[in-house]
């Protein structure tokens, strides 16, 4: 089956389609032994794709959702020999984080070699839910909850509107249900920061539809076929599974 060479590359882990499509165009990367170029097709059954001189082989795509721990890296390997995610779960492929949670925050990550889902599921502009519970230390005011609500200013640039639900308040502790459609590098803290509250534990429960349902926390399982094309269907992709 011909298929664009991005897309053939994002499904074999490379990376994401823009990813490849940035290899493509620094010249990294060869078709038959020859420079590719951006638009062509490939056939992945008889073609030889390399990135760097390094053989692409199409692996088979798997999906893991973890209910990652505190003190764990959401990345493929740490220099500094730090416990990862992904050290975490039990692919035969090589999988990669869907974006990042802090080292200190649990919750829902998915695991996966699907480079367009991947892409779908972590860039901003597709939109998608990242839902977090996390307690603040003090009695949230309701003028903090409005403030959130319609997006704060951070060092980066402000932010989107949020859902916000106070799950419970005391003069010691409240609970706070989030809603974010874009997750920047440790967001939620640093929103909750600028109208002066801080963060005593974060976790987030939804990515999604990917929720972490019964997982306890470092509990994982992989995604079946059907949960593979609800998955897809409901960030705007195709429903095969491969």
């Known amino acids: 089956m011909v298929e664009r060479l991005q897309k053939m590359m994002a499904y074999a882990g490379v990376g994401s389609r823009r990813y490849c ?3 493509i165009r620094q010249g990294r990367v060869q078709v038959g032994g020859r420079k590719a170029h951006l638009g062509m097709s490939v056939d992945p059954t008889t073609d030889v794709v390399t990135v760097d001189g390094k053989p692409v082989r199409r692996e088979p795509l798997e999906y893991w959702v973890l209910n990652k721990p505190r003190g764990t890296i959401c990345t493929a390997n740490d220099p500094r020999g ?32 699907d480079g367009e889902v991947a892409l779908r599921l972590a860039h901003p502009r597709f939109g998608v839910e990242k839902e977090y519970l996390v307690d603040v230390r003090g009695c949230v005011s309701l003028e903090a909850v ?10 980066d ?3 989107m509107p949020v859902q916000v639900t106070v799950v419970s308040a005391t003069p010691m502790r409240s609970t706070l249900r989030l809603v974010l459609r874009e997750g920047r590098n440790r967001q939620v803290r640093r929103m909750l920061e600028t109208v002066g509250y801080k963060v005593l534990a974060l976790h987030r429960c939804r990515i999604g539809d990917l929720d972490d349902g019964r997982l306890p926390v470092g509990g994982f399982r992989r995604l079946g076929s059907a949960d593979i094309r609800r ?12």
Do not use: F, K
């Open 82 to 113: 730090r416990p990862t995610v992904v050290d975490m779960v039990p692919a035969q492929s090589r999988v990669y984080p869907v974006g990042r949670l802090d080292w200190d925050t649990t919750g829902v990550i998915l695991l996966t070699n």
């Open 231 to 242: 998955l897809r269907a409901s960030i705007g992709l195709d429903r095969s599974v491969s």
């Open 157 to 159: 640039g402000p932010t």
């Open 146 to 155: 409005r403030t959130i609500r319609r997006g704060t200013v951070l060092d």
């Open 21 to 23: 499509e940035e290899l």
